[in-house]
């Protein structure tokens, strides 16, 4: 290379780095950055939506008076911040289903309910003439959710929306929500100082979305307001007519606790496999109890569940149960909320199948015995490393296709067999 072409070279490194020098350095996000810009997005972008859909100035003024951006809750993503790192969840271990079943907390949680069966029996009579749903089911679900309403709930509902809507991983579920909830103030059944929700946005006593609020809640008091905050017959009434809006069929139980004998295959588990419970009976299927199945039950639908496998307790479930889930979709949570209201309702007391040692897989093997699964053509409910009832289902149905007793759900042998 040529001395000319050397320093033409040096001179234009030295012209850049001269620049260089003078650049202002990116400055780093800060927290007042963004302040700055959730008060911009409050005004210029929410509060024309606000408008179109209706909310009074009066009604957003008054919501948003004093509101900052809460820094505190989960999931947020920070314009300008690193974005959050995706957390790998396959590789942890799905907890075993018994501990879930605390006793001491399902024996507090029944004695309480039970009190509170006798001091709300007018309104809880009310309310099964009305929806005809159990009063024991929804004070399961009140316990369940707030402790009966002893439950804290200390947040701001707007704050919480608003700072989700802003800066959060799920932010269009959340604006959506955070305009329901500027509805709900603008129709005067609560005041923005007392619209009080959790750190996800769930309001008052029953838990509600606000778009569940629109929905569901109800003046059961007849004071002219929807209130799921103070008033007990207000938040009994809204669990209730949200379960019936779900589907709730009147005058059927959740379900029942079964034997189901060594001949009847686990894999016949599901929403979809209904069958009148007088079939599953003629199978040898028995209530734990030794009771057999309610006459009123008999001609109707029931569907088998074996959220353990062979391996737990074991259930024959109404439409009822698939209700419940649509409160929190999660079998567990659904079981849950049976046995409380029928200790409330009857006195009884645990599950008599016990709880095996499951639940201790890496969630990774799980998924991957469920691709595997899939490849075969199995409907196994998507590879997530947790075994739903498609998931068990189709383990039992290859553990008998392959010679093996079925035990319908995933085993540590298995990983080998099933690749």
Known sequence: MSELKILARLSILTAALAVSFHLPAQAAPSKAAVEAQFEKWVQNDLRPEAEKNGISAKTF????????????LPDLAPPGFPPPKERKQT?????????????????????TGRGFASQYAPT???????????????????GRETGFGAAKIPNSAIQVLATKAFMSTRKEMFRTELIAALH????????????????????????FMPTSYLKYAVDFDGDGHRNIWTSVPDTLASIANYLVKK?????????????????????????????????????????ITGKGFPSSELKADGMMLV???RDGPEFIVTPNFYVIKEYNNSDLYALYIGNLADRIAYGSGSFQ????????????????????????????????????????????????KNGEKPTCYPEASMIGKLK
């Open 247 to 287: 589907g709730w069929q009147r005058d059927r139980d959740w379900g029942f606790e079964v034997t189901i004998p060594a001949s009847v295959s686990c894999a016949q588990e599901g929403p979809d496999l209904a069958k009148p419970l007088s079939q599953w009976a003629s199978l040898g299927i028995d209530r």
């Open 124 to 142: 809880l009579k009310r309310i099964e003439k009305t929806y005809g749903v159990p009063g024991s089911i929804v004070l399961a679900i009140w």
């Open 91 to 111: 590789q942890a271990e799905f907890s075993s289903p018994a501990p879930y079943f605390n006793e001491d907390r399902l024996k507090k949680l029944a004695m």
């Open 61 to 72: 003024q008054a919501a948003f008076s004093g509101i900052e951006l809460n820094w505190d």
């Open 184 to 207: 709900i103030i603008d129709g005067g059944d609560v005041t923005p100082a007392d619209f009080k929700g959790s750190w996800a946005g769930a309001l008052g006593q029953p838990q």
């Open 307 to 309: 959220p353990a496998g």
């Open 353 to 400: 199948g016990a709880w095996g040692d499951v639940g201790k897989m890496l969630r990774s093997d799980v998924a991957a015995m469920q691709k595997a699964l899939e490849r075969q053509g199995y409907d196994v409910g998507g590879s997530d490393g947790l075994p739903g009832y498609k998931t068990r289902r189709s383990i039992g149905q290859w553990q008998v």
